[in-house]
Every structure is written in structure tokens, then in C-alpha cells.
């Protein structure tokens, strides 16, 4: 084939066949939306639409250059680059027209004219079609039939179809000018919080990210964990959550650390003689930790923080404990599991020195060192991701440049002018792929985000939010444990179809008021609960969508890897329900309040652990296993009392299987 026709080429992130124009168009689409964002981040501050007017045109750009209309593997062809040019054209009309326009449009506030209204329309179309190509479906559907739900009613432009809604959903209905106009010309829309969220936290920490990734960061820490595990039972297992720990707290996306990380410990882990549903799981449950590890939280720590009105530096602090909570529970989960199958460590030599390790990787720990300090002095988050993306960047120059005129002509390795080009370019081509990953990343989560703006807008609009707080409040006839089961439910149903960030806004719009306002639990733990029950579309079946990535990776059946991933993410059900009744280890109390509450709840989910699994020093019969599962629910009643006769069934029960493993032949060190 003649240079002048180049063959399509596989794109990397978008599972699409696309030629040599198309990947240079997202390349330059890209870098142009991570430069803008680095611009307003760190240069010169934009006003709120038109920050949000531009990040949005961008990022739909992107997601129609990236996601062809027929699907991925299918050509473009004429109708296809027929459809795409018309939605090119929303896209520029989407952010263009707010740009542009703006005081204009502010004079007019409410009395919105035909330019106004039509422009909504292209806007709402075109931001759902991205939503679609760069979401899913699901994500869509739930769009439309929110603003199918505010037509209906006897004065909406859908009166018929308020006659077949149940009572306490009925509204009086909108007409096109209203929602139009909710959605698009206000704050309360697409242009809402959400998107503003995403389009100025999320991103630039998403950049951040994409930089880490780029220049070996992920390597970096899976070889941390193995130097620091490997030698224990069951060392690629334990890897797994620690290296799952620290990427996942910088990724921020569950299936993404799952594939970064379980490409290296999940082949291991088989080695050493974990089942490959196993394997899977455990990749899956540790991956899905890291969107519940300070300081990025899968997104989750910019919208509580807005949300709650909370400083972000706060969300973080307090979210530490139950990450360390969770992650405790999996490691041991991992252990057990190593000493009911007689597992050893790996061997030394097969395994990376700390030293060494530190000494090729320790550049990487630099910039989180100034985001955590940046962040300590109170400063605004998007002002630390934008000197965080400055510092990574310099640091890696700066370590290449000493290695290159130092370190390599001692090693043959004259410096010449053609190298130095060779160097320079390189170097600018790294500094490219770093934006590019890094908007082709933020991609779906800005489009969620746009798309449940629509969801709120409409629920702002028609009330919702109070009406669902009613019929949560009638469900769970005043039981708190019910109302939190419901909520659990309803986050799994809408996992199944939209991103945990989505999940997210839209059941805290739904049942945030509910929880905070009728049973009195306090706002930020709402959130929190809210927030971590949204993870469990990961790993709960029938979708457990990081656990069928794992599934992908170790060869084993998606569904049996959904259910083991069920079973070691056991924390992201229990912990929420004991930072609702023991509000301390959340929003403070005295030292030794908070001290009791955090020792006793690590001990109720270790003593879980080994009730599930049957073993801890040795096999667990089924009379201290029932004991200890009454006595778990002890801990987490609100009683001194209560807890502490939790605390003392459970540590007699594991004296007694510490004291049975005694008389029982050891087994060999690892």
C-alpha cells in the first residue's frame, strides 16, 4: 500500500480501527483540550460557563473521533462520517454558542427566545449521542426517560403519559421552553455541578495520573509491593492489594487499575497456586479499593467535597481509615486463604530489591510529596493538580537530563548532536502521549457527568428527589438498616448501567435528603455511604464489571470471578453501615471514642474474614463462625455495652482457634 493511503490502525484506548487522519485529529483534539485545562488550572482562572462550554465542546469532540457511530469495529464509512460531521458541528454549537453569547443570554435570563431554545435542543441531543458512544447505553437511556418523565404531566408537552404514573410521581408537567431551558441555560443542567467538577478537579488530577502512567509509575509501585510482599504466603496476592492501593488512589477508575496492575500480579498469583477465579477476584476487590483511596477517589473526593461544602483536604483525611479498613480486610482475606492451601512466598531471587527499586522509581514519589504539601496549605485543588502536573513533568526531565550528559557517557554513550535531537524528540513525543492519555481518560467521566446533570436538572425540576425521599421513607417503615438496604439495591440497579461518579450523583440526588433529613444521618456520611455503596456495580454480579476484567486476564469464568469479587470486597458493604452508626471514626469525638471505634471495627471485619472463609490459624467449625457472625452485629449497634459483649465473643473465638492451631503440626515457614 502506497505511503500516500495508509492502512487503518488499531487506536489505543478506543478498541477502534481508525486511520492515520482520524488518530491525528484525536491527537491534536486532545492535547488542545489538556493544554486549555492546564491554561485555566495554573494561568488564567475562566468563568464558570465559559470553562465549562469549552471542556464540554472538547471532550465531545474527542468522544466522536474516538467512538465511530456504528461501533468499533465496523468503518466509518460515507452515512457514518455523514453522522459524525453533524455532531461535530453540535459540539462546537454546544460550547460555542455559551461562549459566545453569554451576556446575552444572562440578560435574557427566563425569557429565553427561538435561537435559544434550538440550541438547547442541539446540545441535548448531541451530549447524550457522546454519552452513548463514550458510556454506554445505559447511561442514555436513563437521560431520555429523565426527560421523558419531566413532559409528562397536564401541562407538559406529554400530558397522556402523566395519566400512567403512580401518584406520588406525578408533576404537573413542563413544556420544551422550560426543560430546554432548565437544562441547557442554567446552572442546574448539563452545565451544573457535575460537568463544572469534571471539567476542573477531576481533569487535571486525571492528567496527573496519565503522566504517572506514561512515565513507569505503575510499574514502579507493583515493583514496591512485590519487594515489600513477595516473600510472605501468598506474596503476588498481597502485591496485588498494596500496588492496587497505590495506583488505584492515582487512577482512578476500578477496570483501569485492574488491567494496569492485574497484567502483572494476577499471572503470578496463579503461579503460586490461587484458583484463577481467585486470582481475578482479588485483582478485581483490591482495584476497586483504589476509588475509595484518598486522594483522587475515582473523582468521588471533588464531588463530596462540592456537594457538602466541605474542604477537599478534609474529605481525604477522613477517608483514610476506611481505606485502610477495606484494604485490611481483603489483605486478609488474601492470607487465609494462602494458609488453608499451604502457600509459600516467592523466592528472593525472583523478586525486586527495595533498594533498587527505589533508587530507579523514587522520582515518582516526588510529586505526590508536593500535592499532599500543596493540599496542606490550602490550596484550591485544581491550583495543586495544575503544580502537580508541572512538578511530575520537570522531575522527569530533570532526572533524564542528569542521566543522559552524566550517567551515559560512563557507559559508552558519547554526547552528540543527532543524539541530543533523537533525545529532544523523544522526549516532546512522551510529553504528547502524557496529554493525550490524559483527555482521552477524562472522556467518559466528563460525558457521565454531563448526562447526569440532565438527570439532576430534571429532578431539581420536577421534584423528585423529596418524592423518592416519601416512598423510601414508606419502604423502609422508619427502619434505618432497611433504608440503607434500599439504597444498596438501588446502587447495584444503576450500576448496572451507569459509571460509579454517575451512580454516585444521581442516588444522592435521589436519597440524599431521605438519609440526612428523616433518619438523621449526618450529611458528609450520607455521602460517603452513598458514594461507597456505588462501587459495588465492580464487583457485585451480575455485573461486576472490574471483576470480569480480572476474568479476562486470569482465563476464568466472568461470572464465578463476580462472585469471588463479591465475596473479598465484603468491606465496601459492612464499613459504610458502621460509619453510620458510629459516626465518630467519621466526624470526629473524643480520642478514645474514636481510638475504640476503630480498633473494634478492623476486628469485626477481620473476625468476618475468617468466619466466611472458616479458617484463621487453623479450620474454624461452625459453632465460632455463628458466634462471631452474631457478634459483628453486636459491634456495629450504637451501645458501649452491646459492643463490647461483640468485642469479647469474638476474641475468645479466635483465642480458641489460636490455641486449636497449636496443637496441630506447623507448617513450614515461608
Known amino acids: ?83 459524525d460531521l453533524i455532531f461535530f458541528a453540535g459540539a462546537l454549537i454546544t460550547g460555542g454558542y455559551l461562549v459566545f453569547f453569554l451576556d446575552e443570554i444572562i440578560n435574557r435570563a427566563g425569557f429565553w427566545s427561538e435561537t435559544d ?27 431520555v426517560l429523565a426527560i421523558v418523565y419531566a413532559f409528562a404531566g397536564p401541562r407538559g408537552e406529554l400530558p397522556w403519559l402523566g395519566e400512567w404514573l403512580p401518584g406520588i410521581l406525578n408533576h404537573r408537567g413542563y413544556t420544551l421552553d422550560r426543560v430546554a431551558g432548565q ?17 476542573t478537579y477531576i481533569f487535571i488530577f486525571v492528567l496527573f495520573g496519565a503522566f504517572l502512567e506514561s512515565t513507569g509509575a505503575g510499574k514502579f509501585f507493583i515493583d514496591m509491593a512485590y519487594a515489600a510482599t513477595g516473600r510472605q504466603r501468598g506474596g503476588p496476592a498481597k502485591a496485588a492489594v498494596l500496588a492496587s492501593a497505590g495506583m488505584g488512589s492515582i487512577s482512578g477508575s476500578a477496570i483501569a487499575n485492574v488491567v494496569t496492575t492485574g497484567a502483572f500480579t494476577i499471572p503470578l498469583m496463579k503461579k ?17 479499593g483504589g476509588q475509595i483511596m484518598p486522594p483522587l477517589m475515582g473523582a468521588g473526593a471533588f464531588l463530596i467535597a462540592e456537594y457538602t461544602n466541605t474542604p477537599y483536604l478534609d474529605i481525604v483525611k477522613i477517608s483514610i481509615l476506611p481505606a485502610i479498613m477495606y484494604f485490611a480486610t481483603v489483605y486478609l482475606f488474601v492470607h487465609i486463604i494462602a494458609l488453608k492451601q499451604g502457600m509459600q512466598g516467592m523466592p528472593k531471587s525472583e523478586l525486586p530489591q527495595m533498594r533498587q527499586v527505589m533508587k530507579e522509581g523514587w522520582h515518582f514519589l516526588l510529586p505526590l510529596a508536593v500535592l499532599v504539601w500543596l493540599l496542606v496549605m490550602n490550596l484550591s485543588p485544581m491550583r495543586v493538580g495544575y503544580y502537580a502536573v508541572i512538578t511530575m513533568v520537570a522531575v522527569a526531565v530533570i532526572r533524564y537530563a542528569l542521566w543522559y550528559f552524566f550517567v551515559a557517557p560512563g557507559q559508552g554513550q558519547p ?13 516532546l513525543t512522551k510529553l504528547v502521549e502524557g496529554l493525550e492519555l490524559g483527555a482521552r481518560n477524562a472522556v467518559a467521566v466528563s460525558m457521565a457527568c454531563a448526562v447526569a446533570g440532565i438527570i439532576v436538572g430534571v429532578v431539581g425540576l420536577t421534584g ?16 434505618l438498616v432497611l433504608a440503607l438496604v434500599m439504597v444498596l439495591l438501588a446502587s447495584l440497579i444503576l450500576g448496572m448501567g451507569l459509571p460509579v461518579t454517575a451512580s454516585y450523583i444521581v442516588l444522592i440526588v435521589l436519597v440524599g435528603p431521605a438519609l440526612t433529613s428523616e433518619f438523621g444521618v449526618p450529611l458528609l456520611i450520607a455521602h460517603l ?7 459495588d456495580s465492580n464487583v457485585t454480579p451480575p455485573i461486576a464489571l472490574a471483576g470480569f476484567a480480572g476474568a479476562a486476564i486470569a482465563g476464568s469464568k466472568p461470572m464465578e470471578t463476580g462472585f469471588q469479587a463479591w465475596k473479598f470486597a465484603k468491606g465496601l458493604y459492612l464499613i459504610p453501615l458502621f460509619m453510620v452508626f458510629n459516626p465518630e471514626i467519621i466526624i470526629g469525638g473524643p480520642v478514645l471514642v474514636v481510638v475504640w471505634n476503630a480498633v473494634i471495627a478492623i476486628l469485626a471485619l477481620c473476625a468476618f474474614a475468617a468466619a466466611l472463609e472458616g479458617y484463621l490459624f487453623t479450620r474454624m467449625s ?28 469474638m476474641v475468645i473465638a479466635i483465642g480458641l482457634n489460636w490455641r486449636a492451631s497449636k496443637h496441630e503440626a506447623p507448617i513450614a515457614a515461608a
Open 622 to 649: 461452625w459453632l465460632p463462625r455463628l458466634a462471631i457472625s452474631a457478634a459483628i452485629f453486636g459491634v456495629f449497634y450504637p451501645s458501649l455495652l452491646t459492643e463490647m459483649a461483640g468485642v469479647v465473643v
Open 183 to 199: 437544562l441547557y441555560l442554567g446552572q442546574e443542567g448539563i452545565f451544573g455541578l457535575p460537568l463544572g467538577v469534571a471539567a
Open 415 to 427: 554526547v552528540t548532536l543527532s543524539r541530543t535531537k533523537g533525545v529532544i524528540w523523544a522526549g
Open 117 to 143: 431554545i434550538l440550541v438547547a435542543c442541539i446540545a441535548t441531543v448531541t451530549v447524550l449521542e457522546a454519552s452513548r458512544r463514550a458510556v454506554g447505553f445505559g447511561m442514555t437511556i436513563i437521560g
Open 529 to 535: 455511604v452513598v458514594f461507597w455503596y456505588s462501587q
Open 464 to 479: 423528585l428527589g423529596l418524592k423518592f425521599s416519601s416512598m423510601m421513607l414508606a419502604f423502609s417503615g422508619g427502619n
Open 272 to 288: 503460586l497456586g490461587y484458583k484463577p477465579k481467585q486470582a481475578g477476584g482479588i485483582e478485581a476487590a483490591a482495584s476497586t
Open 1 to 83: 500500500m502506497s505511503e500516500s493511503n495508509p492502512p487503518p490502525v488499531l487506536m489505543p484506548g478506543g478498541n477502534a480501527i481508525q486511520p492515520r487522519v482520524v488518530l491525528w485529529l484525536i491527537t491534536i483534539v486532545a492535547v488542545g483540550l489538556s493544554l486549555f485545562q492546564l491554561y485555566s488550572a495554573g494561568i488564567q482562572p475562566l468563568g464558570l460557563f465559559y470553562q465549562r462550554g469549552i471542556h464540554l465542546a472538547l471532550i465531545m469532540l474527542l468522544a466522536f473521533l474516538m467512538f465511530p457511530a456504528f461501533g468499533p469495529k465496523r468503518k466509518r464509512g460515507v452515512i457514518g462520517w455523514g453522522i
